[in-house]
């Protein structure tokens, strides 16, 4: 039997061992799911946000019991954890109170007597997800897909099953207080390699993936071959741009906690941080000393500022990266040596005198790790960040009118002006480039997995040919 296994970061000791789906518990699961998808799709909005409001209410009610799977299996700071939970309730009652206003039908001038969009399930959606936001990225998958109709089956990261687990009995409880079928959302307890059999079921009607761009091109090859939506959320090489009119010190503080946020483990942090040079060595002497100040340990204290990275061989590949960015010619700051001791620590490192060319800035770092670049000018700033295959998020550090001039120009899904980047249920969420397609969160998230249906009306009510249509197909 494979078993799924989770291991503590902090220790690295399995914690954890979930057996993963037979064959024939996969084959139930989805059957399960399309049994009940038209009882589902009849309960109505107001229905279906029953169930995600007693979702979140779940969600925090069992806060102190939920978070420590988080930093058990992953090592995310407890304090991170608690907020995550929250964050994750927050989703689900986001979209409860406002699918409607999202879904309702859109009329639209014709030749007829009415004519109208209509959004409609498309029936079950695979949410193939990451380890980095287990809680977090399982809501903002399934609580739009829900709201929306559909049911959804959740196919988790292999490392974190203790949290797959316990998403799935939240909503377990959730549905069966409601009355609604059990087999509106469940988990899936799934090997990687037998993801793509489950998309080419035709049980699935589309899939959303959260995670590499290696793993986002397979799931897309699957998809597109069944002919089959898919939104993908993939990697990122942020950037950050700090011109010389920004406010240095709010800039270093939010630059330096986006960075360290979740160990750094997180598509959507500072990762390149791009500074004229009239303020370059003052701001790197300010990020210099927050990341230094910065508490590193047991994420199971709450004064733990960073944890660990998830796995060793993450840790290997992050000071691969720090190791050769140095050999090209980068100062080393702060950090870039292994620690000594059990668990996969890797203190915040600060790299200076970045180039295009060196790894920091051509790969995804994916730890606490800081590469500064320097640019003579806004427009030489706005050059280097768009020189990256990826396109996720990006931030600005200027005036706000300056920034929002300069945000149409920036190849990213999302621009933050004088803020942090960060994912909200009420703004849509996505990127461009190798960084995905698609959206998810807000107003345009919800309507990825729905049937955008035209429906018009003729102005002959017995049935013969009217409303001089044009042509009928």
Same mark, same amino acid.
Request: net charge negative; proline share 6%.
């Given at each position: 039997?494979?078993?799924?296994?989770?291991?503590?970061? &902090?220790?690295?000791?399995? #914690?954890?061992?979930?057996?993963?789906?037979?064959?024939?518990?996969?084959?139930?699961?989805?059957?399960?799911?399309?049994?009940?998808?038209?009882?589902?799709?009849?309960?109505?909005?107001?229905?279906? +946000?029953?169930?995600?409001?007693?979702?979140?209410?779940?969600?925090?009610?069992?806060?102190?019991?939920?978070?420590?799977?988080?930093?058990?299996?992953?090592? /995310?700071?407890?304090?991170?954890?608690?907020?995550?939970?929250? /964050?994750?309730?927050?989703?689900?009652?986001?979209?409860?109170?406002?699918? =409607?206003?999202?879904?309702?039908?859109?009329?639209?001038?014709?030749?007829?007597?009415?004519?109208?969009?209509?959004?409609?399930?498309?029936?079950?959606?695979?949410?193939?997800?990451?380890?980095?936001?287990?809680?977090?990225?399982?809501?903002?998958?399934?609580?739009?897909?829900?709201?929306?109709?559909?049911?959804?089956?959740?196919?988790?990261?292999?490392?974190? %099953?203790?949290?797959?687990?316990?998403?799935?009995?939240?909503?377990?409880?959730?549905? &069966?207080?409601?009355?609604?079928?059990?087999?509106?959302?469940?988990?899936?307890?799934?090997?990687?390699?037998?993801?793509?059999?489950?998309?080419?079921?035709?049980?699935?009607?589309?899939?959303?993936?959260?995670?590499?761009?290696?793993?986002?091109?397979?799931?897309?090859?699957?998809?597109?071959?069944?002919?089959?939506?898919?939104?993908?959320?993939?990697?990122?090489?942020?950037?950050?741009?700090?011109?010389?009119? =920004?406010?240095?010190?709010?800039?270093?503080?939010?630059?330096?906690?986006?960075?360290?946020?979740?160990?750094?483990?997180?598509?959507?942090?500072?990762?390149? #941080?791009?500074?004229?040079? +009239?303020?370059?060595?003052?701001?790197?002497?300010?990020?210099?000393?927050?990341?230094?100040?910065?508490?590193?340990?047991?994420?199971?204290?709450?004064?733990?500022?960073?944890?660990?990275?998830?796995?060793?061989?993450?840790?290997?590949?992050?000071?691969?990266?720090?190791?050769?960015?140095?050999? +090209?010619?980068?100062?080393?700051?702060?950090?870039?040596?292994?620690?000594?001791?059990?668990?996969?620590?890797?203190?915040?490192?600060?790299?200076?005198?970045?180039?295009?060319?060196?790894?920091?800035?051509?790969?995804?770092?994916?730890? %606490?790790?800081? +590469?500064?670049?320097?640019?003579?000018?806004?427009?030489?700033?706005?050059?280097?960040?768009?020189?990256?295959?990826?396109?996720?998020?990006?931030?600005?550090?200027?005036?706000?009118?300056?920034?929002?001039?300069?945000?149409?120009?920036?190849?990213?899904?999302?621009?933050? #002006?004088?803020?942090?980047?960060?994912?909200?249920?009420?703004?849509?969420?996505?990127?461009?480039?190798? &960084?995905?397609?698609?959206?998810?969160?807000?107003?345009?998230?919800? /309507?990825?997995? #729905?049937?955008?249906?035209?429906?018009?009306?003729?102005?002959?009510?017995?049935?013969?040919?009217?409303?001089?249509?044009?042509?009928?197909?």
């Amino acid at each position: 039997m494979t078993m799924l296994i989770a291991t503590d970061p &902090s220790t690295g000791e399995t #914690v954890r061992e979930v057996p993963a789906a037979t064959p024939g518990e996969v084959d139930a699961t989805l059957a399960a799911a399309e049994a009940a998808r038209a009882a589902w799709r009849d309960r109505g909005v107001d229905g279906r +946000a029953e169930v995600l409001h007693a979702v979140a209410a779940d969600l925090r009610a069992r806060a102190d019991e939920l978070a420590p799977l988080m930093t058990q299996e992953m090592g /995310k700071p407890i304090t991170e954890a608690l907020g995550e939970v929250e /964050k994750a309730a927050w989703c689900a009652e986001h979209y409860a109170e406002h699918a =409607a206003a999202y879904l309702a039908a859109e009329e639209i001038a014709s030749d007829a007597t009415r004519s109208y969009v209509q959004h409609l399930p498309l029936g079950t959606v695979l949410g193939v997800l990451p380890w980095n936001a287990p809680f977090w990225l399982a809501l903002r998958f399934a609580a739009p897909a829900l709201m929306a109709g559909n049911t959804g089956v959740l196919k988790h990261d292999p490392h974190v %099953p203790g949290c797959a687990e316990a998403i799935g009995e939240v909503f377990a409880r959730a549905l &069966s207080a409601s009355g609604a079928p059990r087999g509106v959302f469940l988990n899936l307890p799934l090997e990687t390699a037998d993801v793509a059999a489950v998309i080419r079921d035709p049980r699935v009607q589309a899939v959303s993936f959260t995670g590499s761009s290696r793993g986002g091109a397979a799931v897309a090859s699957v998809a597109a071959a069944e002919i089959k939506p898919a939104v993908l959320e993939l990697g990122g090489s942020d950037p950050c741009v700090v011109l010389a009119d =920004a406010d240095l010190d709010a800039a270093a503080d939010t630059i330096a906690l986006s960075r360290i946020i979740n160990a750094g483990q997180s598509c959507i942090a500072a990762k390149r #941080v791009i500074v004229e040079d +009239a303020v370059h060595g003052a701001l790197v002497d300010r990020l210099r000393d927050r990341l230094a100040a910065l508490k590193v340990g047991d994420p199971r204290d709450p004064a733990t500022q960073v944890g660990p990275i998830a796995r060793a061989d993450l840790r290997e590949n992050l000071h691969r990266q720090v190791t050769r960015t140095v050999q +090209a010619g980068a100062r080393l700051l702060l950090g870039g040596e292994l620690p000594d001791g059990p668990g996969w620590f890797y203190p915040p490192a600060l790299l200076d005198d970045v180039t295009d060319d060196m790894t920091a800035a051509c790969e995804e770092t994916f730890g %606490p790790v800081m +590469a500064v670049m320097r640019a003579a000018d806004a427009d030489e700033a706005l050059e280097t960040a768009n020189r990256t295959e990826y396109g996720l998020a990006a931030s600005v550090w200027t005036t706000p009118e300056r920034g929002e001039a300069m945000a149409p120009h920036i190849a990213a899904g999302q621009v933050s #002006v004088n803020g942090i980047v960060k994912t909200d249920p009420r703004l849509p969420s996505g990127g461009v480039k190798r &960084s995905g397609y698609g959206r998810e969160l807000g107003p345009h998230g919800i /309507k990825e997995f #729905v049937n955008v249906q035209q429906v018009w009306v003729g102005k002959n009510p017995r049935g013969e040919a009217g409303g001089g249509s044009k042509a009928t197909h």
